[in-house]
């Protein structure tokens, strides 16, 4: 039988990415995304039109050799935001009736806001930003476990978050946006210490500069006409793509990564170091 996730952030960027690699895994996916714009924040969000083509390109992409063949539409979308808990709890309840369970609550919706001194920035932007990028990931956790933990055991469940290099560096005028982040490291260790033995992992890959649309929204935050610049301070000298941080975050969700626990993966091309 397929293993089932549910990744939140679907539409476009990293999330898209990591439903594609999932479906071509062989994975039953419940595909989520807010699918509209946020009032509080000046920058346009995913569509539904995006969330629907991204859920029809991971069906026409034929599974991995080696992957568990798949007879029916294994990959829905679900218009829902990260948090609140009552509309992602029903895409949890979608992937339980419809795929049989649930193996992997994927967190990867996130925004950005910022551009001045955290003490200038306006309290919309600032709640948008502790409630999506926090409180999102903390309300997957709140829903998405109890799901994990209804598979019978032994099982292989996996809680994963998108975090960012800005949760372990100091970057100017994005305190909060690190302080969200960083958060969202302390959440996967906690959480793994409280999972302990159930079979269930928590873990978080931590991105440098991808090429998506926060990025091109960071750009604009430091005035910057594009995001090259951003390519010049990693190392390996260029943005990452969204499918180099997904084929990570696919990886962990499998049985395989069952070592890691509570860890916070760099996935940037060495812009922690
Ligand atoms: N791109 C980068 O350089 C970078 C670096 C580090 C971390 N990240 C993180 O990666 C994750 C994915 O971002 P991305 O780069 O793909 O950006 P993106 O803007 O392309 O994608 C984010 C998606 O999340 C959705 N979303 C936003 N708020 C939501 C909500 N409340 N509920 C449901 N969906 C919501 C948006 O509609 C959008 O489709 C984010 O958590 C981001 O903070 C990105």
Known sequence: MSRVAVVTGAARGIGAATVRGLAAAGWAVVAV??????????????????????VASSLAVPPDSGAPHRDTARVVAHVADTTDADALGAAVSLAEEQFGGLDAMVA??????????????????????????????????????????????????????????????????????????????????GLAV????????????????????????????????????????????????PEEVAAVLVWLAAPASGALTGAVIPVDGGLSL
């Open 33 to 54: 995304d807010r699918a509209s714009d946020d009032p509080r924040l000046p920058y346009s969000m995913g569509t539904e039109a995006e969330l629907r083509a991204v």
């Open 108 to 189: 990867v919706a996130g925004v950005i806001a910022g551009g001045v001194p955290l003490w200038e920035m306006p309290g919309d932007e600032l709640g948008a930003v502790l409630g999506v990028d926090l409180g999102g990931p903390i309300t997957a956790a709140r829903v998405g476990i109890p799901a994990l933990l209804r598979r019978p055991a032994p099982r292989n469940g996996r809680f994963l978050a998108v975090a960012s290099a800005a949760a372990s560096r100091g970057l100017p005028k994005l305190a909060a946006y690190g302080a969200a982040k960083a958060g969202v490291a302390g959440l996967v260790r």
């Open 194 to 241: 409280e999972l302990a033995d159930t079979g269930i992992t928590a873990n978080a890959v931590s991105p440098g500069s991808t090429a998506t649309a926060i990025l091109e929204e960071s750009a604009r935050l430091y005035g910057l006409g594009d995001t090259r610049s951003f390519a010049d301070q990693q190392p390996i000298r260029r943005l990452l793509t």
